[in-house]
């Protein structure tokens, strides 16, 4: 790789990322780049050679990174893009900012609409990429734009209709990273929106396995159908492969129960898929982004 610029912020070699994701297994980054702030971003990226891949990582909810490593600069957003504001009936949220902060500053702040995001475990710049939803409701419903740092270091805001979102997509280009969102709700009662997150809260609890080595749903629903359904009629509640296994709490979730590396876990994944295509006759489609190289 070529001589890579020298940001403000912290950049490090061969940076193990298992501990940075929720299944806490996989490789290294070539090089991980904290910014210190965004024109550090900015300046890094339009130093940064075009041919170095750039890739953004979130709270790693919803992340395989193979045993391999990630090629080129991982970027992780810190605390100084984890802010949110309310400006009137929009938040004004910071890329690096949690699905819980965003609700809980919109509790705040008396606006309604957004509880929804306190049941998505990831960060804003993750669930505008991937039109994140849970209890009804998706990003989608509630953007109003999107701030990003282009690949080649340029700011840009885009409107939420140029995003091209479908079921858990968007047109976000790779290396394009989300720095700021606008998320619009209406007046609502401080109380009743607290309720309506301790609700989400608690269903969350009862039936995720939230407490183990996951990395959030698995598949996709396929239209009109409920991909942990397929997975349990399937009969795979509770199959492995080496360390990694279908949760017995929720069939949609894969679980690093034994010391799983992220091969067992991709391997499992692409085995529920067969038993499913087998059984049900339906093909799932990955929710999971999978990232990085395959470790030979």
């Known amino acids: 790789m070529s001589l890579l610029p020298t940001p403000r912020g912290k950049l490090t070699a061969a940076a193990p990322l298992a501990p940075l994701v929720w299944f806490k297994a ?40 193979r045993d391999g490593g990630v090629p080129g600069v991982v970027v992780r957003l810190g605390k100084v893009f984890g802010k949110v504001r309310a400006e009137g009936e929009t938040l004004v949220c910071g890329g690096g900012a949690s699905g819980i902060a965003v609700s809980s500053a919109a509790r705040d702040a008396g606006i309604a609409g957004l509880e929804f995001l306190r049941g998505i475990p990831g960060t804003v710049g993750g669930f505008v990429r991937m ?17 990003i740092v282009t690949r080649a270091g340029f700011i840009e805001t885009r409107p939420a209709a140029a995003l091209g979102y479908s079921y858990r997509h968007s047109n976000l280009a790779d290396g394009e990273i989300v720095i700021a969102a606008r998320l619009k709700g209406q007046p609502g009662d401080k109380a009743a929106i607290q309720a309506e997150m301790d609700r989400i809260a608690a269903a969350r609890e009862a039936s995720q396995p939230l407490r183990t080595r996951t990395g959030g749903s698995t598949f996709k629903n396929p239209p009109g159908l409920k991909a942990w359904e397929l997975v349990h009629n399937a009969g795979c509640r ?40 087998r059984e049900q006759g339906v093909s799932l489609e990955w929710e999971i982004q999978r990232v990085g190289r395959v470790k030979p």
């Open 26 to 65: 996989g490789g290294a980054a070539d090089w991980l780049f904290e910014p210190a702030d965004v024109e550090d971003l900015c300046a890094f990226l339009a130093a940064l050679d075009p041919a170095v891949p750039v890739m953004a990582l979130g709270l790693g909810s919803n992340l395989i990174v």
């Open 131 to 147: 039109n994140g939803g849970a209890y009804g409701r998706e990003v989608a419903d509630a953007l109003v734009d999107v701030t």
């Open 238 to 277: 509770g199959l492995r492969v080496g360390g990694a296994e279908v949760s017995e709490k929720h069939s949609n979730f894969l679980i690093n129960s034994h010391g799983a590396r992220a091969a067992d876990i991709e391997a499992l994944g692409e085995l529920v898929r067969a038993h499913v295509l």
